[in-house]
């Protein structure tokens, strides 16, 4: 049950190239999680402010993983 849960919560995870700047990650966060994909963007700006290793290797991480 529970696996299945997380599966479908997962499939919702896709690059969104269509509304997306460099890849599509932040956009395509935004759409699985019903925000607008501003929002994502300046998250990940703001985060990058203080890890910015951490931030590039989540976005890289995240394009490589989610399927577009």
């Known amino acids: ?5 997380l599966a ?3 499939s919702a995870w ?9 890849a ?14 501003a929002l994502v963007r300046v998250a990940f700006v703001v ?6 290793t951490l931030v590039i290797a989540v976005y890289l991480i995240a394009w490589v993983v989610l399927d577009g």
Do not use: T
């Open 1 to 5: 049950m529970m696996a299945k849960k």
């Open 8 to 10: 479908r919560r997962l």
């Open 47 to 52: 985060a990058a402010l203080f890890a910015p």
């Open 24 to 37: 599509g990650v932040c956009a395509g966060l935004a759409a699985a999680w019903r925000l607008d994909p």
């Open 14 to 22: 896709r690059l969104d190239k269509a509304n997306g700047w460099v």
